[in-house]
Each structure stands twice: as structure tokens, then as C-alpha cells.
């Protein structure tokens, strides 16, 4: 898979554009910058964009995309891919022929150069040549995410650790990241899951297995390793199901695993857990 960053900004300045990728040459994900990043031809490429929501940031260069389709390449169309409700968004209050014209009729109803597609919420969908899964999260209100980091403290000296917590405050005015490293060991960690049932617990997956903590608050937590029969083998993806019941662990070469998800602390000696 080839990305390319055309944008990573939420506003728009001098060497910073809204964000967009563009992944494989024909698909966006999200469209805040497009004509500002790509030549006419690498713009007539592209097939699809998904996008994460509808704020400007993320769609304006969809707006003008759209527009050159139909000035210079209108027998080409892009499709615009998300939830419901991003799609009525823009349905209703962008490509509306008040704000921006309805390209999904330009230059006609049949084979207009502008499609709207809505997307199954958590449920996989192909959008070209990539399989994508929309997953919910929270925006324009505190928010909290965390990010995965792979790679070896040695690649990164000036940004060493492997899981850290971004706090957000309203709209995302702000934000700080925080190294919740800990006392992983310096390994990769290649997914992290929190737990809906008990939020301050934490699964990291690594490339020596899985880790966990019950308190991803403290600073700095306690990592501990978790086995609970799993092969000491590269954690390559996680997930819980939609009804918080059963964590997944996916990995690298030994199949996929589940547990049943605690409503508290990883009751040690318990369920078959084993802690080291
Ligand atoms: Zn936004």
C-alpha cells in the first residue's frame, strides 16, 4: 500500500493543508486538500474518497475535485464514501446548488461526475481496490484516542516509547500527547484496544504478544504481560465485538484468539490468565 500525505493540517496556511491521503494513486481518504497537492492528471486518477466526517477540512478539496472532473474529464466520476449521515451532510448542505453546485448531476443524472455512496457502520465495504471498516468515534467534544507506534526506540531517539494518549479538548483546540510506555519493553507494539467496559484498562499488541494494563492513567502505567495460552507470537490486530463481551487477538502466523472481557482489573491466576 502506497499513502501519500497531501495534507495533515485542520486549517489552511502557508505550508499547511487540510488533511488528505492518497492511498494507491486512486483512493482519498478524506479530501481537505486535493487539487493544492496533485497534478490535473493524478486528480482525474482518483476513483473514491472516504471520508471521516463532513467539516471543510476534510471535504473542500472533494468540492474542487469535482469541479475539474467536470471541466476537463467529465466522463470520469469520484465517489464519495462514509456513514449515513456524513453523506446526507453533504447531500443536503454542500452539494446542494446554493453552496456548491450538484455535480451528482452534472453533466448529467445518469453519469454524473460526483457519486454518494453511504457505508455500512462497522461493517466492511470495498471501496476500489482497498476493503474499508468505518468505526465511531467521538469529535467537537473531549476526546481521547491512542495511537499504535511500531518501529524501535533506536529509529526514533528524539521520540523513544511505543504507546501514547493524546487528550483533546473541545473541538480540539489543543492537545497533548503522553508517553504511556511505561515498562513495555522496547518492541514494537503494532495494535492497542481499550476496554468499553472498564476504559483505564488497555490491550497492547507487540511483536512478542500481547501486553495489558488495568490503570492507563497512571503515569506511568504497569504493563503486564498476558498470556493466558496465547503463543508467544506477533499480536497483528485486536478488536472487541459490538457487544463488549469478547476481546479478539489476531495473529501473525498462529490464528485468532478471544477472550472474555472484564468488567475490571485482569483478575490475576483467574479465567486461565497468567501473569509475568
Ligand atoms: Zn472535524
Request: with cysteine.
Amino acid at each position: 500500500m502506497r499513502l501519500k500525505v497531501l495534507g495533515a493540517y485542520g486549517s489552511d496556511g502557508q505550508g499547511q493543508r487540510p488533511s488528505a491521503f492518497l492511498v494507491d494513486d486512486h483512493v482519498l481518504v478524506d479530501a481537505g486538500t486535493v487539487g493544492g497537492a496533485l497534478s490535473v492528471p493524478e486528480q482525474i486518477a482518483i476513483t473514491h474518497a472516504v471520508l471521516s466526517h463532513a467539516h471543510l477540512d476534510h471535504t473542500v478539496g472533494l468540492a474542487f475535485l469535482a469541479d475539474t472532473l467536470a471541466m476537463v474529464a467529465p466522463e470520469r466520476s469520484v465517489t464519495a464514501c462514509s456513514i449515513a449521515r456524513v453523506i446526507e451532510t453533504l447531500r443536503t448542505h454542500v452539494f446542494n446548488d446554493a453552496l456548491w453546485p450538484d455535480f451528482m448531476a452534472i453533466p448529467n443524472r445518469d453519469a454524473p461526475v460526483l457519486k454518494l455512496r453511504e457505508l455500512p457502520e462497522e461493517g466492511e465495504a470495498r471501496v476500489g481496490e482497498l476493503w474499508v471498516t468505518p468505526v465511531r468515534v467521538e469529535h467537537t467534544i473531549p476526546t481521547t484516542g491512542f495511537a499504535a507506534v511500531g518501529g524501535f526506540d533506536q529509529n526514533t531517539p528524539a521520540t523513544p516509547g511505543h504507546v501514547f494518549e493524546v487528550a483533546c479538548t473541545a473541538n480540539c483546540a489543543s492537545f497533548t500527547w503522553t508517553n504511556k510506555s511505561g515498562n513495555l519493553p522496547n518492541i514494537p507494539v503494532d495494535s492497542i484496544i481499550g476496554n468499553p467496559l472498564f476504559p483505564q484498562q488497555v490491550f497492547a499488541g507487540t511483536d512478542w504478544g500481547l501486553y495489558y494494563t488495568d490503570d492507563i492513567t497512571q503515569n506511568p502505567p504497569t504493563w503486564f504481560r498476558f498470556q493466558a495460552g496465547l503463543p508467544n507470537t506477533m499480536i497483528w490486530d485486536m478488536a472487541i465485538d459490538r457487544d463488549n463481551t469478547a476481546l479478539a487477538v489476531f495473529t501473525r502466523s498462529r490464528g485468532a484468539f478471544a477472550w472474555v472481557l472484564p468488567d475490571g482489573p485482569v483478575p490475576v491466576g483467574l479465567l486461565g490468565f497468567e501473569v509475568n
